[in-house]
């Protein structure tokens, strides 16, 4: 199992590992991967210093360890190649069975409960670490494919379902429950034909008004740029499904001339601690 195999299975089924992109998944199964390493080593050789000193106060068990030992040693003697030895192991392996599974069966025990609450621990504290650091000046959602429309979404899941089916590549890009903007208000900032202030909504306003004068009017609309305010729900952050469903909500009945196609947020500035966005369109 390589470590993206690994990061997919560890997360499937733990709802906090969902706001993780793939690499930093990988990086909180490392860190679990090596704490559940060191706890089982641990935990192997204190139940290896017990039988040790069990054997003092049990003869029986000194004798049992031996004859074992003994038997071992013989079987892997006796053998000349490599496939002897190999006979010679799986000869030795009733008589090893019972200390064996006196050291596994606890270690293995302990592995399973504890893995996932360390990956949760983890989590935690990856995201925390996150939201704690200053929101960052990357540009946002450049890898997913979708293209505007009239169509309003209310439900994350549908709009996540939709955008999967969009096309293929999204089925890898598409992170719905990752961080898009680690701030609980952004300010977008897009390009629009309207007939006038009549169609914006509560949220809009036009950047420059002068762009709304008698005399920019162009076959009865005006090309203007529109800057929106968005808040997260959880009064936090953005997720990539809610920023991206709100964004295409606000859109909808606009007219994007022949750019419809989203490819993205490209940063701007940030004004008064809000975080700015230009919407990347094409074609």
């Known amino acids: 199992m390589d470590i993206h195999e690994r990061a997919t299975k560890w997360s499937k089924g733990i709802s906090e590992m969902d706001v993780l992109s793939l690499a930093e998944k990988e990086i909180v199964c490392n860190k679990v ?5 060191v706890i089982c080593v641990t935990i192997a050789t204190l139940i290896l210093i017990a039988i040790i000193a069990s054997m003092f106060e049990y003869p029986w068990l000194l004798d049992y360890v031996t004859n074992t030992a003994d038997t071992v040693n013989q079987n892997l003697s006796t053998a000349h190649s490599q496939a002897g030895r190999a006979g010679g192991t799986m000869a030795s392996l009733p008589h090893m069975l019972p200390v064996l599974a006196v050291m596994l069966i606890p270690t293995m025990t302990v592995f399973y409960i504890i893995k996932k609450p360390l990956l949760k621990r983890e989590t935690k504290k990856l995201v925390e670490e996150k939201l704690a ?3 960052s000046t990357d540009d946002v959602l450049t890898s ?3 293209a505007f429309s009239n169509q309003e979404y209310v439900s994350n899941d549908t709009f996540t379902k939709d955008i999967i089916n969009y096309i293929e590549d999204n ?3 598409w992170n ?10 952004v300010c977008i900032v897009y390009e629009a034909f309207i007939t006038g202030i009549e ?5 809009e306003t036009v950047i420059d008004m002068s762009y709304l004068d008698e005399e920019c009017r162009i076959d009865g609309v005006f090309q203007t740029d529109i800057k929106v305010y968005l808040t997260a729900d959880n009064g936090k952050y953005f997720t990539n499904v809610e920023l991206l469903r709100k964004i295409h909500n606000q859109l909808a009945y606009k007219d994007l001339g022949n750019n419809e196609s989203f490819e993205g947020l490209e940063y701007v500035d940030t004004n008064g601690g809000t975080l700015v966005y230009r919407l990347m369109t094409g074609s």
């Open 144 to 146: 997913v494919y979708w």
């Open 171 to 173: 089925k890898a890009n």
């Open 176 to 185: 719905p429950k990752g961080i898009a903007i680690n701030s609980r208000k």
């Open 199 to 203: 169609q914006l909504r509560s949220n």
């Open 133 to 135: 650091a200053t929101p």
């Open 33 to 37: 991967a090596k704490q559940l390493f």
